[in-house]
């Protein structure tokens, strides 16, 4: 099971960071513990409690680019809308990550 990011991948996270990118903030803040993946349904984040300073387009936009780096990288990084357990309303847009 990966449950952490290597060396090399915590390296481009620290490169497209420092060229300005807004994806690895947000994967760091809310989805890693250093460089350990948070995973699983329970640490969930909604858009809205992730948004911050963000607009609702740059927050979309930088977390499709992190799901892209994950897919890139044989990581789970997904997102859920709709109804949760017992078709329970989730409301927003929720992201997590997961091991497959």
Known sequence: MI???SPREMETLDAAGAAGEIWPAVLRRFFLEGSRLLLGWDLARG???MRGALTKSELRAALEQAA???TEHGLHF???EGSGPGEEPLGERRW???VG
């Open 3 to 5: 449950d952490y990011l």
């Open 47 to 49: 858009e809205e409690e």
């Open 68 to 70: 892209r780096f994950c």
């Open 78 to 80: 997904l997102s859920f």
């Open 96 to 98: 997590f990550m997961a």
